[in-house]
Nanobody, 120 residues
């Protein structure tokens, strides 16, 4: 199965920037959908940003204009550039890969997550 590992999280002051990376153990194919989700204790996991297999990017309203998702299939890596960070962005960020498998349908793969803390 696909293994995903996130990195790049840490402590940053409000208004600062971080770049998260998600490395896959195998190839990321063009038709795979990839995305970033975040979750805090007691809250539902929410989609932050994603790119469909067709290459369409989408963002949560709360991060539009501040976050940018990108993918490098050759490096089997997904990135999330986060600028203008706010305290409410504090969460564990998980990367996700969604792949269609013949005779099975779509399957989700998740990373362990990386902590992002925005605080003064």
């Amino acid at each position: 199965q696909v293994q995903l590992v996130e990195s790049g999280g840490g402590l940053v002051q409000p208004g600062g920037s971080l770049r998260l990376s998600c490395s896959a153990s195998g190839r990321i194919f063009s038709m795979d959908a990839v995305g970033w989700y975040r979750q805090t204790p007691g809250n539902q996991r929410e989609l932050v940003a994603g790119i469909t297999g067709g290459g369409r990017a989408n963002y949560a309203d709360s991060v539009k204009g501040r976050f940018t998702i990108s993918r490098d299939n050759a490096k089997n890596t997904v990135y999330l550039q986060m600028n203008g960070l706010k305290p409410e962005d504090t969460a564990v960020y998980h990367c996700n890969l969604n792949r269609y498998i013949l005779n099975q349908g779509r399957v989700d793969y998740w990373g362990q997550g990386t902590q992002v803390t925005v605080s003064s």
